[in-house]
Structures are given as structure tokens and as C-alpha cells.
């Protein structure tokens, strides 16, 4: 079709690909595949001439990295020279101290607050991207959420938007500009942007936390089936059998895909999982190959984000039927808001948009199977020693959470649904796993 007015030839892109940039903290944990892939698809696409060139860039790289990771002046020395030359050779940068100058606030950028890109661009492009589509779309997605959920509470400005600086400003006017430092780095431990700065701890911390999560979840499987039970006490019995028909279907996992609820590193950040090193590997292999907790995990949250979607479409009929003015429908309407889903906008149009779908499958799956963020553990739990004390802890304060807001709230403002089925199915489910164990 080269040939018609208004038309191109297509032509095939080697780089076509979502591009995560591995930055700092990538730096100092990547190592193994995911490195020598970034590196071969650098020379791919037509960055540097061969591997060996790569890997020089990238050594410099990381060098830099580490010093602007520290909030310190990055030198230009031998260490660090061969990436600036590059920064210099695309362009970005019309010397190597320029060039350092904008990798620092790159860097910067980069950190306060995370995943700010979506509102201001990179002042510096790094050549070094995660070619894993898997890995890439899942950090993303969860990153830009969490993103936009900041702006949507603090506003645009700044790490915790204008609210939160007029409130670290008046601490520091009442209590001293110490205790208003304590607080902002409180803050940023709560919300996850704490960066840990020694390298050697913390790949200590996480080889320590992957060997404990392979030996201790080996039987783990048989607890981890129970957890439907969370899912059918808040979308009914009826939805999650219909949502465990849907899964076995190519249309219901084609949903769950799109709805984010399926990806692997859910599980693996959910019980501390994480790196690329032989302490990693092993951890995956029990999880998804030596024992079936990964796939019954993953079950749990197809079954649960595709039941969500027939108990979505059970509170928009209880709510057009009630016109909004019923016991039925008023509930339904608080239980779309519990999802970010507005009940005036499905009462005007009739129906639920396909946003709505994927908010409710979003929300209930994190609900109901849980996900692992700093902002739902103590304090002392964003530490490097407080990650281990606090491995595993983060299901039982998880599963309180899910009792305390889906079952004894709900029961406080009327809707006893929730209550009367976990009553009912928790004692059932335990019966049968006691007679699991006793076989």
C-alpha cells in the first residue's frame, strides 16, 4: 500500500518494546540474565558497537549511580568517564561536566517522588532497558499507579504534593528543623520511597529473605487454597464459582491479564522474593516448579478478578433497580465507591463501562489475595533487618486488615452478607484441611 496517498510502508522496529530503564536501585541488584540481556539489546538496537562496549558503559554507569545514590557530587574520573563520553556522543549533554550535572538530577528525579516521568521528562536518556515484557508491564503498571494515587491525594507538587510540605514546614517552625527532617524521612519509608544506600547489606538482606521463603513456603500451598474463602465472603459464593468457570476460558484470562491480577512478581514481592542472584533462582523454582503454592496462587487471583466482575454486575442491577433510593441499592452504591467506581455515572448511563470491570477486579483482587507495600507494614518493617523479622508477618496483618475492613465494618453499617458467609465457610474449609492433615 506504499503506493496511495497518505500511507507509508510499514517497517519492522527491533526496539519496539516498553522501556524500563534499569536506574539506581537496579544497579546495584542486577546481575545474571536480566543484565546480559539489557546489554545484548543495547547493541541490538544499535547503541554500541558490541557486548564488551556495552558493559564498559554500563560499569561506568553503575559507578555514577552509586555516587549520585548517595547525594554526592558524581565525579568524572576513570570510573565513571566511559558513560559520560556516551552522554555526550548522543547529545544529551555538551560536555562530560554537563553531562554529570544531568545525571545527577536525573537521578534525583528519579527518586523523589518515584515514577515522576509521567509528569516530567528525563533529562537524560540511560541505554540500558529490561527487555522482559512481564517484568516491565507489572513495575509499571503497580509504579504509575501508586503515582498517580499520590497525586490524587497530595496533589502534583513536589515528593507529598503542597499538602504535605505545608505540614513538614509548620513542624519545622514549631519543633526544629530536625524533627521536621525526622518526620518527611518517616514519610518516605511509609509511602516506600526510602532508598537503602549499602549495597553489600542489601543483597545480604534479600539472599536471607530468599532462602526463607523457599524453605518456609514449601507446604505453604495447602493454607494458600483457603484463601477463596476472603474472596467469596465479599463477592459471594456464586460469583467466585463463576468466576472459577471463567478461568478456564480464553476470554476470562485474556480479562484477568488485562485487569493486571496474574503476574508472577505479585507473589514473589507479596513473601520477599526478589533479585536475580542463586538465592532467587532457587526461591522461584520452589514457588513455581517444585511445589504448586505459584499456580494455586495464581488461581486464587483469576478466580477472585474474574468473580469480581459478575459482583460488579450484581451492584449496578441492585442499583438502577433501586434507583439509587433502596437498602439494596444504597449499599450497592457504597460498595462501587469502595472500588473507585461512581454510582451516579452507572445510574445516568444504564451500565458499567469496561474501566469499571478492571477497577473492581484491581481493588477486589488486592482485598481479598493482598498485595506487599510499604505502607501497609510498621515502620520498622522498611528497614533492611526489619524486612526479614517481618517476612511473613505481612499475611497475618493483611488477613486482620481484610477481617477488620470487609468483615466487622461492613457488619457495623448493615451488611451482615459478608459476615454470614465467612462464618459459614472459614469453619467448613477448616474442617476439611484437618482432615487433609490427619490422612
Known amino acids: 500500500m506504499a503506493g496511495k496517498k497518505g500511507t507509508r510502508p510499514f517497517i519492522a522496529r527491533e526496539n519496539y518494546l516498553p522501556h524500563y530503564i534499569l536506574d539506581p536501585v537496579d544497579v546495584i541488584n542486577t546481575s545474571g540474565e536480566a543484565l546480559e540481556e539489557s546489554l545484548k539489546y543495547s547493541v541490538k538496537t544499535g547503541k554500541f558497537r558490541d557486548v564488551n562496549e556495552a558493559r564498559k558503559v554500563w560499569e561506568a554507569y553503575s559507578e555514577a549511580a552509586r555516587s549520585a545514590f548517595k547525594d554526592i557530587d558524581v565525579p568524572v574520573n576513570s570510573k565513571t568517564k566511559a ?9 544529551d549533554a555538551e560536555d562530560v561536566s554537563q553531562a554529570a550535572f544531568n545525571f545527577k538530577k536525573h537521578i534525583q ?4 517522588p518515584k515514577f515522576n516521568s509521567l509528569e516530567t521528562e528525563r533529562s537524560i536518556n540511560i541505554p540500558f532497558y529490561d527487555v522482559s515484557p512481564e517484568r516491565v508491564l507489572t513495575r509499571y503498571y503497580s509504579g504509575a499507579a501508586k503515582r498517580l494515587s499520590e497525586i490524587d491525594h497530595f496533589g502534583l507538587k513536589g515528593e507529598f504534593g503542597e499538602v504535605a ?5 509548620k513542624i519545622s517552625e514549631e519543633a526544629g528543623e530536625q524533627s521536621a527532617k525526622d518526620i518527611n524521612e518517616m514519610m518516605n519509608l511509609i509511602v516506600g520511597n526510602k532508598l537503602l544506600t549499602d549495597a553489600g547489606i542489601r543483597n545480604a538482606v534479600q539472599m536471607v529473605r530468599n532462602l526463607e521463603a523457599a524453605s518456609k513456603l514449601t507446604f505453604a500451598f495447602v493454607m494458600n487454597s483457603t484463601q477463596l474463602v476472603n474472596s467469596a465472603s465479599v463477592i459471594g459464593l456464586r460469583n467466585t464459582i463463576k468466576g472459577f468457570a471463567d478461568r478456564f476460558t480464553s476470554e476470562g484470562q485474556e480479562y484477568a491479564f488485562k485487569a493486571g491480577a496474574v503476574f508472577n512478581e505479585y507473589t514473589q514481592a507479596l513473601y520477599g522474593v526478589g533479585g536475580d542472584d542463586i538465592t532467587a533462582k532457587f526461591a522461584k523454582l520452589v514457588l513455581e516448579k517444585l511445589t ?4 494455586i496462587e495464581r488461581n486464587n487471583r483469576l478466580v477472585t478478578a474474574l468473580g ?3 459482583y460488579v454486575d450484581d451492584l449496578a442491577r441492585d442499583l438502577i433497580q433501586g434507583q439509587g433510593k433502596t437498602v439494596g441499592a444504597v449499599n450497592a452504591a457504597r460498595q462501587l465507591r469502595k472500588m473507585d467506581i461512581r454510582p451516579e455515572r452507572v445510574l445516568a448511563e444504564g451500565k458499567v463501562l469496561m474501566d469499571d470491570y478492571f477497577k473492581a477486579s484491581g481493588n477486589i483482587t488486592t482485598r481479598t489475595q493482598f498485595r506487599a507495600r510499604a505502607q501497609d507494614a510498621p515502620l520498622w518493617a522498611s ?6 523479622v517481618n517476612q511473613f508477618k ?10 477488620r475492613e470487609e468483615i466487622l465494618k461492613e457488619a457495623q453499617q448493615g451488611n451482615l452478607a459478608p459476615i454470614a458467609r465467612y ?8 474442617k476439611e484441611l484437618e482432615k487433609l492433615n490427619k490422612e
Open 83 to 91: 558513560f559520560f563520553d556516551w552522554v555526550v556522543k548522543t547529545g
Open 394 to 403: 505481612n499475611f497475618i496483618e493483611n488477613q486482620w486488615r481484610f477481617m
Open 292 to 295: 504448586p503454592f505459584q499456580a
Open 423 to 430: 462464618s459459614v465457610l472459614a469453619p467448613t474449609v477448616g
Open 165 to 169: 510540605d505545608t505540614l513538614i514546614n
Open 109 to 112: 528525579r528519579a527518586r523523589t
Open 308 to 310: 469480581a466482575k459478575h
Open 383 to 388: 528497614s533492611d533487618w526489619g524486612k526479614i
